[in-house]
């Protein structure tokens, strides 16, 4: 069974740093693309970034300032996340990647900008 | 990148079919097919329901399916059941560079 735990979210001022991680278990990671999708409270969702064997992508609005890794060795995936803005606060979901879509989901992780 | 565009709402009552509009552009919906759609309860992770615009994972209901038509993608519920209230989005691939984009949400009644 696919798991994916996400950890790392929290409350931060504008302009701060978090990293989120996310836990995964149940498939074969290192040959996994693997994503972030988030959801702004009340919100849609919104496609973030994404990484496969050998590339990294993100949407424009983070661009510069997310930096996704994977850390195959541990079947770890991370978001490091810096010069937060307001509009970054949302509950941010870590999703296995397959097939032009993301086939499994982690429970997410609240990630809360304001001063 | 603009959201794709679905109806903020739709119901029916239990039994009957509804279908969910999501419409892009030639850039995404209509230029790939790789159209995904989610189901989302509040306040739980969303749920992988159709792939490929009309794949249906094994643990999804034959009840829904998937369709596409120009740059609109289509969700259909038949024979609509109560566990089928929640929010569903469209997911698409789009453009030259690899991005994905979502709709704006629906939010399913059963009355």
């Known amino acids: 069974e696919v798991q994916l735990v996400e950890s790392g979210g929290g409350l931060v001022q504008p302009g701060g740093s978090l990293r989120l991680s996310c836990a995964a278990s149940?498939?074969?990671?290192?040959?996994?693309?693997m994503g972030w999708v988030r959801q702004a409270p009340g919100k849609g969702l919104e496609w973030v970034s994404l990484i496969n064997a050998g590339n990294t992508y993100y949407t424009d609005s983070v661009k510069g300032r997310f930096t996704l890794s994977r850390d195959n060795s541990k079947n770890t995936l991370h978001l490091q996340m810096n010069s937060l803005r307001a509009e970054d606060t949302a509950v941010y979901y870590c999703a296995k990647f397959g097939n032009y879509c993301f086939d499994s989901w982690g429970q997410g992780t609240l990630v809360t900008v304001s001063s | 990148q603009s959201a794709l565009t679905q109806p903020a709402s739709v119901s029916g009552s239990p039994g009957q079919s509804i279908t969910i509009s999501c419409t892009g552009t030639?850039?995404?919906?209509?230029?790939?097919?790789?159209v995904s759609w989610y189901q989302q309860y509040p306040g739980k992770a969303p749920k992988l329901m159709i792939s490929d615009v009309s794949n249906r994972p094994s643990w999804v209901p034959n009840r829904f399916s998937g369709s596409k038509s120009g740059n609109t993608a289509s969700l259909t519920i038949s024979g609509l059941q109560a566990e089928d209230e929640a929010d569903y989005y469209c997911c698409s691939f789009t453009g030259s560079t690899i991005r994905y984009v979502f709709g704006t949400g629906t939010k399913v009644t059963v009355l």
């Open positions: 149940g498939f074969s990671f290192s040959s996994s693309a």
């Open positions: 030639s850039s995404d919906v209509g230029g790939y097919n790789y």
